[in-house]
């Protein structure tokens, strides 16, 4: 099935137009959830990499800004709410478009599901109690969810406004930790980072793929197609800018963190929530629970978000013919894909709430689902790259430098799949790739055959009816 082209894009009973530049820039932005990095992540590569971790973010950067050069080849030629399912459909067609379609889609659903745990760890930080027992967990991953339907459903401005605010708010505090002269801590020149031993390839390739990680979701403004104004400028824009401000801010962090726990490198290890034990260290302990509030409201963020993403991915997939019809359908009234919202809450609520139940923890939640997503985001990445590589080539725009860049870009991203795999890890880890495996082939599967049967459902309603009009004549 051909899509449509941008000067005719049906706008599937969504608001056409209404999401400004910096609404479509916090769609992005709050996927990749950037608090989570300095809180959850950034620890993980500095024991990895050491004085190299901020090394290891710029290489970060530099892969994903790589992998946003592709998407934009395809955003600023075509706008829908297919995100990068749409894309590779229109250049690979249906096998290859599902693979991604279903990529995406779990990807979005398992990043929500994923932030639920730092909502809950932030959550059981400042309360305790109660809210340390299965039952207490299970109650903040389904309020986090709910709320993020509630406004996924009702209003999309609202939700991006929303999250803007959030993310930027989220932001500053934490640059403000950093940055705070107290108790003899200040930011400054960090000699041990920029020594000849930092810059090895060995320490850098050590934390790569985990920073490499901080970035995935940073394509989600692409599946607000339909509702940006002046979509072939502004998604393309928030793709890119989501990238190079995220690349500033975790490099930033990344060389904060290592300077100011330079020495106690300990406490990293052992430690749930590293901003708030730096600002106690600098004397703003007062600052600890307004951090905590902030970075539990900006995994929220990164749920409505990534909610937002995958209903939009469905609706679209569902009107290319490859799930139920009613995933199509918009609300009368709020004119967003309600049924496809609900959808995903509860598929984001169901694996999260059943693991809590049995005990798992916010990181547990973190670590085991942000994995099977990473999976869905890299693997749709993969797939987009090829199609722009061969969309400049049929295009007659292709040159060797292309073509070299397209190359590293797919080079990297496998290597970044390859050392995410843990086939061979203890415990639940090693089941985490099989498990993405087997729902995108079960995914694909069934959009086949649901295709396959619409379509001779179709045709024989066709034929009932040409057969009832010809004996009526």
């Known amino acids: 099935m051909a899509l449509p082209t941008p000067t005719e894009t049906p706008q599937y009973g969504l608001k056409p137009a209404i999401l400004t530049q910096w609404e479509t820039l916090a769609q992005s932005l709050s996927s990749i959830a950037p608090t989570a990095s300095p809180a959850m992540i950034i620890p993980l590569v500095i024991a990895g990499s050491g004085p190299s971790s901020w090394l290891s973010y710029l290489f970060a950067t530099a892969g994903a800004l790589l992998v946003a050069i592709h998407v934009n080849v395809f955003a600023k030629d075509s706008a829908s709410p297919g995100s990068l399912y749409a894309f590779v459909h229109e250049e690979l067609g249906l096998w290859p478009g599902l693979i991604a ?43 986090t969810i709910t709320l993020a339907v509630a406004l996924a459903y009702r209003n999309v401005e609202l939700s991006t406004r929303f999250m803007l605010w959030i993310e930027a708010a989220s932001i500053a505090l934490i640059v403000l930790v950093f940055v705070y002269p107290g108790h ?59 990238t190079i401000l995220s690349g500033f ?24 929530a590293p901003l708030q034990t730096l600002a106690q260290m600098k004397g703003i302990s007062w600052l600890a629970p ?76 973190y670590n085991w689902l942000g994995t099977i997503a990473t999976f869905g985001f890299v693997v749709a990445y993969l797939f987009v790259v090829f199609a722009a590589a061969l969309r400049l080539k049929r295009k ?32 639940p880890e090693k089941w985490l790739a099989p498990i993405f495996a087997l729902i995108v082939l079960s995914g694909v599967l069934f959009g086949v055959w649901f295709r396959k049967t619409q379509s001779a459902l179709h045709n024989h309603a066709l034929a009932s009816t040409q057969v009832i009009e010809r004996s009526k004549s």
């Open 101 to 143: 379609g279903w990529g995406l889609i779990v990807a979005y659903i398992c990043t929500a599901q994923a932030v639920t745990g730092g909502v809950m760890e932030y959550t059981q930080g400042l309360f305790g109690g109660f809210m340390l027992r299965p039952l207490g967990g299970f109650l903040v991953v389904a309020t």
């Open 290 to 365: 307004v951090l905590s509030i902030g970075a539990g409201v900006s995994f929220f963020a990164c749920a409505l978000a990534c909610i937002t993403a995958s209903a939009r991915t469905a609706l679209f997939v569902s009107a290319q013919g490859s799930l139920p019809q009613s995933l199509r359908r918009a609300h009368a009234v709020n004119r967003t894909p309600h049924i496809a919202v609900v959808a995903s809450g509860i598929a984001s609520l169901a694996v999260p709430g059943y693991l809590v139940l049995r005990r798992a923890t916010g990181f547990d939640l």
């Open 249 to 272: 801010f975790f490099v930033f962090c990344a060389y904060a963190e290592f300077s100011a726990f330079s020495g106690r490198l300990n406490l990293l290890d052992v430690n749930s």
């Open 396 to 427: 007659g725009k292709s040159t060797p430098w292309n073509i070299a860049v397209a190359a590293i870009t797919i080079l990297f991203l496998a290597w970044a799949l390859e050392g995410s795999l843990n086939l061979g890890a203890p415990g």
């Open 184 to 242: 003899g801590q200040s930011l400054a020149y960090s000699a041990g980072q920029f020594a000849p031993g930092a810059f090895s390839l060995s320490p850098i390739r050590a934390g790569l793929i985990l920073a490499t990680f901080s970035f995935v979701g940073f394509e989600s403004a692409t599946a607000l197609g339909a509702e940006a104004k002046n979509p072939l400028v502004t998604i393309p824009r928030a793709v890119l800018g989501t």
